[in-house]
């Protein structure tokens, strides 16, 4: 069936150097890949998304890539600072207009 | 000022007790979906609604219901029948026009039954 696997599940990364989640999907249909950021207690928020036409989106320090041949993606973070601490999680789409989740990744930057 | 509201944030129910969640939505989207959250784990699908007085089952329906006679609306009600509600429970919307898979979470009710 349909299936997202996202790694690492944690990632622990000191302030000022970058970080980087992988996403695997399984649907060759897939063609949206959204990754929200989610804070303790809080829902989910969308922070980055690239559509199948597209390889690579950037938006400031965050960045998207996408590789539609090995069917995986990754989200970049650069120079990362304490309020990046939080639970990344990806998504691919189906073609029920449904988002298929990865288990998230445990992002904390150390002082 | 737009967006997905859900109360309570807290909400405290005895075993065997049926219990509502509300979600509301100003975005004029035409989709809604249900997720259930467990500690530090990803998000499990329970219903979703592509249109009005229409909703599917998701991954993990059992011991849930959900009604949409508002297109603003989505209750989630959590049954006696659901053997483990204690759990974060987040609802979103989508617009669902061509393309457009993104979905927009509310802040999330944390269900404790005991």
């Known amino acids: 069936g349909e299936n997202v696997e996202q790694h690492p599940s944690t990632l622990s990364v000191q302030e000022g150097d970058s970080a980087v989640i992988k996403c695997t999907y399984s649907d060759s249909a897939s063609n949206y890949f959204p990754w929200y950021k989610q804070e303790l207690g809080k829902g989910p928020q969308l922070i980055i998304d690239?559509?199948?036409n597209v390889g690579e989106k950037k938006d400031q320090r965050i960045a998207v890539t996408l590789n539609k041949t090995a069917k995986h993606f990754s989200l970049h973070i650069t120079e990362t600072q304490p309020e990046d601490s939080a639970v990344y999680f990806c998504a691919a789409s189906n073609s029920n207009y449904q988002l298929i989740w990865g288990a998230g990744t445990k992002l904390i930057i150390k002082p | 000022d737009g967006g997905i509201t859900q109360s309570p944030k807290y909400l405290f129910r005895k075993e065997g007790q049926n219990v509502t969640l509300s979600c509301e939505q100003n975005l004029n989207h035409d989709a809604m979906y249900w997720y259930r959250q467990d500690p530090g784990q990803g998000l499990r699908l329970i219903y979703y609604?592509?249109?009005?007085?229409?909703?599917q089952k998701g991954d993990i329906a059992e011991g849930y219901s959900v009604s949409r006679e508002k297109k603003e609306s989505f209750p989630l009600t959590v049954t006696s029948a659901q053997k483990n509600p204690t759990a974060f429970y987040l609802c979103a919307s989508s617009p669902r026009t061509s393309g457009s898979y993104e979905q927009y979470f509310g802040p999330g009710t944390r269900l404790t039954v005991t």
């Open positions: 609604s592509q249109i009005v007085n229409d909703f």
């Open positions: 690239i559509r199948s």
